[in-house]
């Protein structure tokens, strides 16, 4: 395993770590290997964790100690420096590589990529057929700032199959909605750091009467991840004081695609019905 890479090692174990490890782990991996070149005290402090947590990250990392893991980052810097021609590309070629343009872009990829690189397919396709099935209603809901994505998900849904509602933001008219909700029913929730109470109120509530939940949430995981086996956690560090909502995007677009796929005969007809409805009303302009 030497061979292997201290990031590799992180990102292929994130999903095993308890939460502080994970929070320690995004502290490494988002300047990396820089991040993991102090003391085991400013590592620690950096990413606001105790330095047990640290000692612990690296022996489940499999070094035999924080010593044994700078090391093995060092040699991986000293690898790096030593190939002449190493190039990295950035996104922006005529900006530096300090530009936001390319610091972003780079965290985003990543983000991407570790994310997808943790998720498991059969319980996305699990999740998907749950979306597909017109037996269920599926209720839809966000947060303060996943609201938007929680909308976005509705409209794409709705025109792929009936029966989908969106729950509106306000607290106080969620019982209104859990009155129809039905055991075998799904909610699709997002939930994301900071997690709402209400929205975590909510799930246990749907829980109790039988729903099936599909969670959209971080690398963290909501509390609501307890209530279901069906969670799809995207990464969304990002360099802003804004978290970043793509992997989380992707994920959610990837099953929409899905459950269009497993749907098409009954959905087909209904996008048509609704192409022609556009047309009557002349929403939209159409240039053929």
Request: net charge negative.
């Amino acid at each position: 395993m030497s061979n292997v890479a201290a990031s590799e090692r992180l990102q292929a174990q994130f999903n095993q770590l308890t939460r502080a490890e994970r929070q320690l782990a995004d502290a490494i991996l988002i300047n990396y290997p820089a991040s993991a070149l102090g003391s085991i005290t400013s590592v620690a402090n950096k990413a606001s964790v105790s330095t047990p947590t640290v000692g612990r990250l690296v022996i489940k990392l499999g070094f035999s100690g924080f010593a044994d893991f700078q090391q093995q980052i060092r040699s991986e810097v000293e690898a790096t420096l030593s190939n002449p021609i190493v190039k990295h590309e950035k996104w922006a070629g005529s900006a530096p590589d300090t530009h936001i343009l390319n610091r972003f872009t780079d965290a985003v990829i990543d983000n991407i990529t570790q994310s997808m690189a943790n998720i498991d397919t059969q319980k996305f396709d699990d999740s998907c057929k749950l979306l597909a099935d017109e037996n269920r209603a599926v209720y839809v809901i966000g947060g303060r700032l996943t609201h938007a994505l929680a909308e976005y998900f509705f409209l794409h849904m709705q025109v792929i199959r009936p029966n989908i509602i969106h729950i509106e933001p306000a607290s106080n008219v969620w019982p209104h909605y859990l009155l129809n909700l039905k055991a075998g029913d799904v909610i699709v929730i997002m939930d994301v750091r900071r997690y709402e109470n209400n929205t975590l109120k909510l799930a246990n509530m749907a829980a109790e009467k039988g729903a099936e939940i599909i969670l959209f949430t971080d690398q963290w995981v909501s509390p609501i991840g307890q209530l279901t086996d069906n969670v799809f956690s995207a990464r969304i560090i990002a360099p802003s004081a804004w978290d970043s909502s793509v992997s989380s995007l992707l994920l959610m677009e990837s099953m929409i695609a899905q459950v269009q796929e497993l749907i098409w005969p009954q959905a087909k007809p209904r996008i048509e019905q609704l192409e022609a409805m556009f047309d009557d009303t002349q929403l939209f302009r159409k240039f053929v």
